[in-house]
T-cell receptor
Framework: NAGVMQNPRHLVRRRGQEARLRCSPMKGHSHVYWYRQLPEEGLKFMVYLQKENIIDESGMPKERFSAEFPKEGPSILRIQQVVRGDSAAYFC??????????FGPGTRLTVL | GEDVEQSLFLSVREGDSSVINCTYTDSSSTYLYWYKQEPGAGLQLLTYIFSNMDMKQDQRLTVLLNKKDKHLSLRIADTQTGDSAIYFCAALPTGGGNKLTFGTGTQLKVEL
């Protein structure tokens, strides 16, 4: 039973490029969450999705960031026109219901 | 909103007990969690406690919850070098839409 999978594990982008981060939840899990971890900090909630629906995006920056969880395929976190301040580790978690969230290994984004 | 705080560092000798502390502000938090993060890795869910419990034990791990003081602790018995990691406390507030609020993490160093 595979855990939460994220790819790529490491992503390097130049300023102004787009970053696409993918997350496949655990089998049977329909709830997906994205968190961001800045260096030397804890994780900050970004967005909570269920299949084809954004439930809570209160932690998402208003511009350049978007997320989706289509009916088929992984959840995607998309960052347009990346800036150096977007450099962070982005973690995806999934849950069957709400109280146990299992995390993936993360995608470490570096913006040059 | 919820605020979760932890001390930044803890150093113990191998074989001793470790106690990692956490405070939170939202008394309506329903679940409180402990996650472990090893260098370059994702978060591993260690254990969690429901807010109507005072204590939960799971092998070498003991979680204590003082709801009056909004204080949570994680005790690791017979600490081993493999326990060296960053430990995050997280809270799930009532009506929080399943979004976890994390502390900044406590770096545990186990010395021989």
């Amino acid at each position: 039973n595979a855990g939460v999978m994220q790819n790529p594990r490491h992503l390097v982008r130049r300023r102004g490029q787009e970053a696409r981060l993918r997350c496949s939840p655990m089998k049977g899990h329909s709830h997906v969450y994205w968190y961001r971890q800045l260096p030397e900090e804890g994780l900050k909630f970004m967005v909570y999705l269920q299949k084809e629906n954004i439930i809570d995006e209160s932690g998402m920056p208003k511009e350049r960031f978007s997320a989706e969880f289509p009916k088929e395929g992984p959840s995607i976190l998309r960052i347009q026109q990346v800036v150096r301040g977007d450099s962070a580790a982005y973690f995806c978690a999934s849950s069957l219901q709400g109280n146990e969230q299992f995390f993936g290994p993360g995608t470490r984004l570096t913006v040059l | 909103g919820e605020d979760v705080e932890q001390s930044l560092f803890l150093s113990v000798r191998e074989g001793d007990s470790s106690v990692i502390n956490c405070t939170y502000t939202d008394s309506s938090s329903t679940y409180l969690y402990w996650y472990k993060q090893e260098p370059g890795a994702g978060l591993q869910l260690l254990t969690y406690i429901f807010s109507n419990m005072d204590m939960k034990q799971d092998q070498r791990l003991t979680v204590l919850l003082n709801k009056k003081d909004k204080h949570l602790s994680l005790r690791i018995a017979d600490t081993q070098t493999g326990d060296s990691a960053i430990y995050f406390c997280a809270a799930l507030p009532t009506g929080g839409g399943n979004k976890l609020t994390f502390g900044t993490g406590t770096q545990l160093k186990v010395e021989l």
